[in-house]
């Protein structure tokens, strides 16, 4: 997997597959839920046709460095091959962590901080 990021969640089914959540993983998963992500991650995981969206979504990037074209209707069949179900939620639980937690460490490093806009006060003002 050519991903060289340190937070890869490997989910483990008929083989072992890197689970991502990117930017189009996540727009998918919004366009086939019809939710929010804010109501997808507080939905739990009750729903199984949910859990089946939110890990086709994650694997889409997967599936597409390994040269498969996977099908939401596959995800039952490679849901079961899952070790338990509890590996199938701690494997979204920390891929979704990963997503949004992925850069925080760069951020004492200069990285990826965004320039605080000047104050009006700053603007204003003139020193001599």
Do not use: W
């Amino acid at each position: 997997m050519s991903n060289n990021n340190n937070d890869v969640v490997i989910i483990h089914l008929d083989r072992p597959r890197e689970l991502r959540y990117g930017h189009k993983a996540f727009k998918k998963l919004v366009a086939l839920t019809g939710k929010s992500l804010e109501e997808i991650e507080s939905s739990g995981f009750d729903d199984f046709e949910l859990v089946e969206k939110m890990v086709y979504c994650g694997l889409l990037s997967d599936a597409k460095e390994n040269g498969e074209n996977l099908k939401l209707e596959q995800m039952e069949d490679l849901l079961d091959q899952a070790k338990s179900y509890k590996h199938i939620i701690d494997s979204v639980q920390a891929a979704f962590a990963a997503a949004f937690e992925a850069n925080v460490g760069d951020l004492g490093n200069g990285q990826n901080q965004e320039k605080e806009p000047a104050k009006e006060e700053d603007l204003t003002s003139t020193k001599v």
